[in-house]
T-cell receptor
Framework: NAGVTQTPKFQVLKTGQSMTLQCAQD?????MSWYRQDPGMGLRLIHY???????DQGEVPNGYNVSRSTTEDFPLRLLSAAPSQTSVYFC??????????????FGPGTRLTVL | GENVEQHPSTLSVQEGDSAVIKCTYS??????FPWYKQELGKGPQLIID?????GEKKDQRIAVTLNKTAKHFSLHITETQPEDSAVYFC?????????FGAGTQVVVTP
């Protein structure tokens, strides 16, 4: 199993550009999520999904869109990049979430810089 | 929503000594408390977790304690080794989501 994979590993954008961060998992997990990691602020939840076709907002959703058309894939779209979105982005998946939490498996991360 | 506070932000320990990281949470309904370890350039990885019906859990040199009344939980690492150097995050679930602490940078010096 490859686990959780993310592409690209690094990306530099100019303000106003759009892009999609890719995330895929091969563990047949229902629950997937996106976090951003900034110095001194831990991991903050952007969006999450409890299954194909179902997504919801996390703590910091503004400026980001997600969709979940398949169990395996959960892309994160930046609509119009801003310098405040410079961060390291992690995708994670788990068998379930909510009240029956299981281990979350994290991808290797995407380091994004917005100039 | 849930608020998780983690202390200290940095911790330097001598190899062989113990390390303790403490977290507090605000949502009394939280019932799942995982700890993640993040090595440089990698994603976080679960090292131990505890559920609210248990007060303590051990796995070799790592232990976690939970005090539901006081709403705090702690990670204890005994006999620290250089490979324990990393950033450690605590977390608590709330309303179907995980809320993470800000992280503790642990440095184990030989």
């Amino acid at each position: 199993n490859a686990g959780v994979t993310q592409t690209p590993k690094f990306q530099v954008l100019k303000t106003g550009q759009s892009m999609t961060l890719q995330c895929a998992q091969d563990m047949n997990h229902e629950y997937m999520s996106w976090y951003r990691q900034d110095p001194g602020m831990g991991l903050r939840l952007i969006h999450y999904s409890v299954g194909a076709g179902i997504t919801d907002q996390g703590e910091v959703p503004n400026g980001y869109n997600v969709s979940r058309s398949t169990t395996e894939d959960f892309p994160l779209r930046l609509l119009s990049a801003a310098p405040s979105q410079t961060s390291v982005y992690f995708c994670a998946s788990s068998y379930s979430g909510g009240d029956s939490y299981n281990e979350q498996f994290f991808g290797p991360g995407t380091r994004l810089t917005v100039l | 929503g849930e608020n998780v506070e983690q202390h200290p932000s940095t911790l330097s320990v001598q190899e062989g000594d113990s390390a303790v990281i403490k977290c507090t949470y605000s949502d009394s309904a939280s019932n799942y408390f995982p700890w993640y370890k993040q090595e440089l350039g990698k994603g976080p990885q679960l090292i131990i977790d505890i559920r609210s019906n248990v007060g303590e859990k051990k796995d070799q040199r790592i232990a976690v304690t939970l005090n539901k009344t006081a709403k705090h939980f702690s990670l204890h690492i005994t006999e620290t080794q250089p490979e324990d150097s990393a950033v450690y995050f605590c977390a608590a679930n709330s309303w179907g989501k995980l809320q993470f602490g800000a992280g503790t940078q642990v440095v184990v010096t030989p």
